[in-house]
């Protein structure tokens, strides 16, 4: 088991091929004036480093939101 990303295979930035990116509009009938959100991509990735960085504190593991720590925690 590695805990280093050099170690796991994963490409880097640099090591990644030429990609073409293509966007396709198709008005939203739900959002304002026809237009889609796209900042929420960023989003996905962040309750899982929380409940990582919570597990790493107190090896509880969460599955639900909102993730809290134990009431004799919390002080």
Known sequence: KS???????ILRAKEMPE???????VPDPHGAYGLKG???IGLVPTAG????????????RRHQLP?????????
């Open 38 to 40: 796209v900042g929420e």
């Open 3 to 9: 805990t280093m990303l050099r170690k796991c295979g």
């Open 19 to 25: 990609m073409e990116v293509v966007g396709v509009e």
């Open 67 to 75: 993730m809290k720590l134990p009431r004799k925690r919390r002080s």
């Open 49 to 60: 480093a929380v409940a990582n960085a919570l597990y790493q504190f107190d090896q509880e």
